[in-house]
């Protein structure tokens, strides 16, 4: 019982079971911080608030997810994420069973900010978790797997929700969308490990293949290769790997993501606040139709979050660039046709589908570009910084989209918005470079550099 595990024999595949888990508890997740944007149309009819008002209900969560993120990076750096994510799940879904006993919109302010805050740890260690459970050539479509997850809630919440505050009222949403948090609180728990080491159903072969360890497996199925005027747009270097927290600040490759990131987030999340009552008020869908055509543009993005990871790790070798720039770009022209189509519902639909599949054809890129800047000890505080800068675009695009619909009573002048923080977006894109992977992707070594998030596991997988 003591002996070593046995590198014989093919690996296990218990990497799975944990990206699926991941994607299980992150629907929850979304599911919770997104029901808010159904529910707006109520609200409003209940506590007779300006659009600005119903804005800062969204965009408050953000607030206090951005704030989280770094303290929430550092502690999981330290800890891991198995009980901390577990803990954050469990909080939050209480959070979210009393906001349905609010009698005010000030009282559903502070609970969304506090659902924020309780929120932060669960993104970090998400994708925390997936830089140590998956080697190199995998992470771009385990990632794209997790990124999938943020769509299948909006594509779902609008109909349930809608199904529930008809029958029994907007409150009854938050009570019954607390109940698969508590849940997934315990699933994460017991399926998750911090590190495949620590979990019995991983054989060696398995943890040797994740962490590319002596010779295990090939470290790379495909060559990176040249891809010549592609890495002359993306400005490929190889460069070393950001090794301490001092590092991480200074580099503009990780501002420069933070920023395209933050407008990213300013389209989707002022997206799945405003779609629903743009739906209801500039096109004249009922409750019913509203629900079902705002879960379009999800449809679209489910696909291209998948889609998006498998392209870049196979058709770009790896390259993360690329596509976040096709999702800046494409998503512009998208959100551009979705402001000028004519009343024609399949029209309507198309384009939101469209739109939904090029915003996430990238999204993935936004997390996983970090991972080959930096180290595993150094990835959890890169993606801390990234998750909270970034996140901060969904504190400030509800808002002022509802100011500007306050101001002017157009969608069109509001959702040009949107359209103008995507080209911004695709600009800074380019300001950055890509970083050529590491040619060996073996344990942790002296040579990588102190770290404030050091780790007492022999093969932390470098990212």
Known sequence: MSAPR?????????????????FLTYVVAMADRSNVGTVLPYMQQEFHVSNTALGAISSFFFLGYAISQIPAGILIG????RTIVSIAVLLFSVITFLMGFTTTAVMLIVLRLLLGVLEGPTPVGMTSTINRWFPTKEKGLATGVYIASTQVAPLVVPVIAVFIAEAAGWRAVFHWFAIPG??????????????????????????????????????V?????????????????????LGDARSVLKSWNVWGITLAYFFMNNVLY???????????DARGFDAVGMGFVASTPFIGGIIGAVAGGAVSDRLFRG?????????????????ALVIVIPQNTPLLVTALILTGFFLNIGWSSFTSYAMNLTTGRTYPFTIAVINSGGNLGGFFAPIIVGALLDATGSYSIAFSYFVGVLVVGFVLLLSI???????????????????????????????
Not at 441 to 448: N, V, Y
């Open 221 to 241: 199925a495909r060559e990176f290769g040249d891809m010549g005027i592609i890495d002359r747009i993306i400005r490929l270097k190889d460069s070393a790997p």
């Open 78 to 81: 330290r800890m891991g994420t």
């Open 319 to 335: 390259r993360r660039k690329p596509t976040a720039l096709i999702t800046a770009l494409m998503t512009a022209i998208m959100m």
């Open 270 to 280: 002022g997206m799945i606040t405003w779609v629903p009552t743009y739906l209801r």
């Open 182 to 219: 508590a849940i997934m609180a315990i699933v994460f728990f017991l399926v998750v490990r911090s590190r495949p080491s620590d979990a019995k159903f991983v054989n060696q072969a398995e943890a040797d293949y994740i962490s590319d360890v002596a010779g295990a497996v090939p470290v």
């Open 433 to 463: 470079t890509e970083i050529r992977p590491r040619k060996e992707q073996g344990a942790i070594t002296a040579t990588d550099g102190p770290s404030s998030f050091a780790s007492d596991d022999p093969h932390e997988v470098i990212a």
């Open 6 to 22: 046995s590198r014989l024999g093919k690996p296990t595949q218990y990497r799975w079971l944990v990206l699926g888990a991941i």
